[in-house]
């Protein structure tokens, strides 16, 4: 008489009948997680103002210091803290893009000034279970208007930095935004070789953005981006703020003609509103 062997269970048609529900189980629950995941937002975001103060800078501000306050701005050992709490607002030199193309190089010094940028780092967050990649943008609603400041306080830069991250100008230039990390590809366009991609256990992404408003302008403009993910979403949708209305990001230049404008660093203090010849002058 042949025995069983020890261990095993005798197969029934019950056992066989659970045996084949299962993987039809774990696909139903699979296609119940993924309309799940597909009903989350593929992403937020948030925009963080640079943060520190930079090796070189522009401040702008509504108003024109007083006696008093020049003084103290010129004994300061921090103007940029004294200025921003004035109610100052921070501009930074663009990154100097050694390696980029002859042409860009050409645009970025074509005005013979140093051109200043609104530096800010846009912020991807998701919660989605699958990945979303994010792969182009473009600039959209963009309007401007002449600068209403006062003031111009600038240390100019001294030989120039490059920082990780992307570079445009308002309304951007053909191929912008570009890559601004020193390494390969610089000054050429950032989405033809790179992405950002959240979700899947990648929970953030972030961009550093240098942008750059026209002479003399301030402008107002929001973002769409182009995303992909494994929902089969293809799309561009326009970025929002935190309430679901439509992301508006502030970007500005310096006045073309201030009231005061003060140039510091490698000079003494200069009133280039009253010297207009004087050291540095003609590059802010």
């Given at each position: 008489?042949t025995?069983?062997?020890?261990?095993?269970?005798?197969?029934t048609?019950?056992?066989?009948?659970?045996y084949?529900?299962?993987?039809?189980?774990?696909a139903?629950?699979?296609?119940?997680?993924?309309?799940?995941?597909?009903?989350?937002?593929p992403?937020?975001?948030?925009?963080?103002?640079?943060?520190g103060?930079?090796?070189?800078?522009?401040?702008?501000?509504?108003?024109?210091?007083?006696?008093?306050?020049?003084?103290?701005?010129?004994?300061s050992?921090?103007?940029?803290?004294?200025?921003?709490?004035?109610g100052?607002?921070?501009?930074?030199?663009?990154?100097?893009?050694?390696?980029?193309p002859?042409?860009?190089?050409?645009?970025q010094?074509?005005?013979?000034r140093?051109e200043n940028?609104?530096?800010?780092?846009?912020?991807?967050?998701?919660?989605?279970?699958?990945?979303?990649?994010?792969?182009d943008?473009k600039?959209?609603?963009?309007?401007?208007?002449?600068s209403?400041?006062?003031?111009?306080?600038?240390r100019?830069?001294?030989?120039?930095?490059?920082y990780?991250?992307?570079s445009?100008?308002?309304p951007?230039?053909?191929?912008?935004?570009?890559?601004?990390?020193?390494?390969?590809?610089?000054?050429?366009?950032?989405?033809?070789?790179?992405?950002?991609?959240?979700?899947g256990?990648?929970?953030?992404?972030?961009?550093?953005v240098?942008?750059?408003?026209?002479?003399?302008?301030?402008?107002?403009?929001g973002?769409?981006?182009?995303?992909?993910?494994a929902h089969h979403?293809?799309?561009?949708?326009q970025?929002?703020?935190?309430?679901?209305?439509?992301?508006?990001?502030?970007?500005?230049?310096?006045?073309?003609?201030?009231?005061?404008?003060?140039?510091?660093?490698?000079?003494p203090?200069?009133?280039?509103?009253?010297?207009p010849?004087?050291?540095?002058?003609?590059?802010?």
């Amino acid at each position: 008489m042949t025995g069983l062997v020890a261990g095993a269970v005798p197969l029934t048609f019950e056992t066989v009948r659970d045996y084949v529900a299962i993987p039809w189980t774990v696909a139903k629950e699979n296609d119940s997680q993924k309309k799940v995941d597909a009903s989350q937002p593929p992403f937020t975001v948030s925009v963080q103002p640079e943060r520190g103060e930079p090796e070189s800078w522009t401040m702008v501000l509504d108003r024109e210091l007083t006696a008093d306050e020049t003084q103290k701005m010129q004994d300061s050992s921090s103007p940029f803290a004294y200025l921003r709490d004035l109610g100052g607002h921070p501009l930074e030199y663009a990154s100097s893009l050694v390696n980029a193309p002859q042409r860009y190089l050409e645009q970025q010094t074509a005005s013979g000034r140093l051109e200043n940028v609104d530096t800010f780092k846009l912020n991807f967050l998701s919660t989605r279970a699958y990945p979303v990649m994010i792969d182009d943008w473009k600039v959209v609603d963009l309007a401007c208007v002449q600068s209403t400041r006062k003031t111009v306080v600038s240390r100019p830069s001294q030989g120039g930095a490059a920082y990780e991250g992307i570079s445009l100008h308002l309304p951007p230039r053909a191929d912008e935004p570009v890559l601004t990390d020193d390494t390969e590809g610089q000054g050429m366009p950032y989405f033809d070789s790179r992405y950002i991609e959240v979700g899947g256990g990648q929970s953030s992404g972030a961009l550093r953005v240098e942008a750059i408003a026209p002479p003399g302008q301030s402008c107002e403009w929001g973002i769409e981006v182009h995303y992909a993910d494994a929902h089969h979403q293809d799309e561009y949708v326009q970025l929002t703020d935190g309430d679901g209305s439509p992301l508006r990001i502030h970007t500005e230049s310096a006045p073309e003609n201030p009231r005061q404008k003060w140039v510091f660093g490698s000079v003494p203090w200069t009133p280039c509103h009253l010297n207009p010849q004087g050291d540095q002058c003609d590059l802010v």
